[in-house]
């Protein structure tokens, strides 16, 4: 096992994982809401199939850099615990006023707050509940990964890999949802991103690329016209590809790990820089300054008449105010790097 020297790739990934997500969510109205096969709705799929590897890179990136590492449990619990919660609870609160309903009582906004807590109190939340599980499972599966051959990953990663089709008709499915236990399934990426960090593939670094963007081109294709047809078929949305889970969003997320593996990166700039460090954060408040932009006219006028345009301003707009506002959290005294993400 091998483990790369050039680890600023991981940066470059976080990067343009938190990119991808915010692409997401900026154009997943458009996805719901536009007319099957037309061409803002072509534009909006587009968008929102390219970029369904944002979360499984994150995950992979967490088994890439955490299961090698030497460390107590204690130790692991207190460093990666104590700077996820702190600023999900902030986030949480903040969301959970703003979807407030101004007329409701106070005793149902009490039974709403705890609700919401255990719930989320938004719809990207979902992502922080699984990776406290996440989390919580790494420093017991690190003591068996690091301790079997390659040959017994790959052969847990096929295992995995065959789930996640039984997954699409519902049959595995069922049974890790009666156990409570559907964050299992994103153990995979987690393993996976650990395997192909130390993976030696026997090839050079060219034809690795050339793998990389073919694997790319084929999840994304899989993706787009894949979820065309499944619209077509069920004569309504149909969101089964666009699942983090969806086989065609590990080939995605796997093409774009090995592609920046193989890809030599000399620097990096200070605004990867700081999109890299305060990720965290921008993922937890970009929903929030999502919504303050769309109701603005020049922008919602893009957006909808000429969604090629709107959504990568819109997507770049999100970025840059997300990072801008965490960064100001980060700075309040005293408690300002604790909340901040």
Not at 15 to 21: C, D, Y
Not at 233 to 246: A, H, I, P, R, T
């Amino acid at each position: 096992m091998l483990m790369s020297s050039n680890t600023l790739y991981y940066n470059k990934l976080r990067v343009l994982a938190t990119i991808a997500v915010i692409t997401i969510h900026t154009s997943s109205t458009l996805f719901y809401h536009k007319p099957i096969g037309s061409e803002t709705w072509w534009i909006a799929t587009f968008f929102d199939s390219v970029s369904r590897f944002g979360v499984p890179i994150f995950l992979m990136i967490s088994g890439a850099l955490l299961i090698p590492k030497e460390e107590t449990i204690n130790s692991f619990y207190k460093k990666r615990l104590h700077r996820i919660l702190a600023p999900f609870l902030l986030w949480s609160v903040i969301y959970y006023f703003q979807n407030l309903p101004a007329d409701i009582s106070t005793s149902d906004k009490f039974a709403r707050f705890l609700r919401e807590m255990c719930s989320g109190s938004s719809y990207h939340l979902w992502y922080i509940y699984m990776l406290v599980g996440i989390y919580l499972t790494i420093p017991i599966i690190r003591i068996w990964i690091q301790n079997v051959s390659v040959n017994g990953i790959q052969t847990l990663l096929l295992l995995w890999i065959l789930l996640l089709f039984l997954r699409l008709n519902g049959i595995s499915d069922k049974l890790i949802k009666n156990l409570n236990i559907e964050y299992f399934y994103y153990l995979g990426y987690v393993i996976a991103g650990y395997y192909l960090s130390i993976k030696d593939f026997h090839k050079r670094d060219l034809v690795m690329r050339r793998i990389a963007i073919v694997t790319i081109v084929t999840g994304v294709l899989s993706t787009l016209f894949g979820t065309y047809l499944l619209c077509l078929y069920q004569g309504k949305v149909d969101e089964m590809l666009f699942n983090c889970l969806s086989p065609t969003a590990v080939l995605m997320a796997t093409g774009i790990f090995l592609l920046f593996r193989y890809t030599n990166f000399k620097k990096e700039r200070m605004i990867g820089k700081w999109i890299c460090i305060y990720s965290y954060g921008i993922y937890l408040c970009h929903v929030y300054v999502l919504e303050q932009l769309k109701p603005i006219y020049w922008i919602k006028y893009m957006y909808y008449l000429h969604p090629a345009i709107g959504i990568p301003i819109l997507v770049s707009l999100c970025l840059a105010l997300s990072l801008l506002l965490t960064m100001v959290i980060h700075k309040i005294p005293k408690i300002g790097k604790y909340i901040s993400g």
